[in-house]
């Protein structure tokens, strides 16, 4: 088992940063990738980033390329995601879950309860 706990979320405006945390704990977690998702109102779970707890792999989907990072700290066994340049379309719960680091959401088998961003324009 895995415990997944999403901190951070909030308001913020348009060309501000964020920056989003996700405390994993678990017996089994270095099998497993870290990756964010995100939801918006009326809209499919869509990838965000995705990152493995070795190594220096790391993947993003195309929207958040160039403003968002993902980052772990392996010590505190916790995942970030930095996302500066926000625009409306950004807002969202994000969640964080673990799996195998693929863009299809199906393939994590762990989720958090997610936290809300939203960006005000």
């Known amino acids: 088992q895995v415990q997944v706990v999403e901190s951070g979320g909030g308001l913020v405006q348009a060309g501000g940063s964020l920056r989003l945390s996700c405390a994993a704990s678990?017996?089994?977690?270095?099998?497993?990738?870290m990756g964010w998702f995100r939801q918006a109102p009326g809209k499919e779970r869509e990838f965000v980033a995705a990152?493995?707890?070795?190594?220096?792999?790391?993947n993003y989907a195309d929207s958040v390329k160039g403003r968002f990072t993902i980052s772990r700290d392996n010590a505190k066994n916790t995942v970030y995601l930095q996302m500066n340049s926000l625009n409306p379309e950004d807002t969202a719960v994000y969640y964080c879950?673990?799996?195998?680091?693929?863009?299809?959401?199906?393939?994590?088998?762990?989720w958090g309860q997610g936290t809300q961003v939203t960006v005000s324009s």
């Open positions: 879950a673990a799996g195998t680091g693929s863009a299809w959401y199906g393939s994590y088998d762990y």
């Open positions: 678990g017996r089994t977690l270095s099998r497993y990738a």
């Open positions: 990152i493995r707890w070795s190594g220096g792999w790391s």
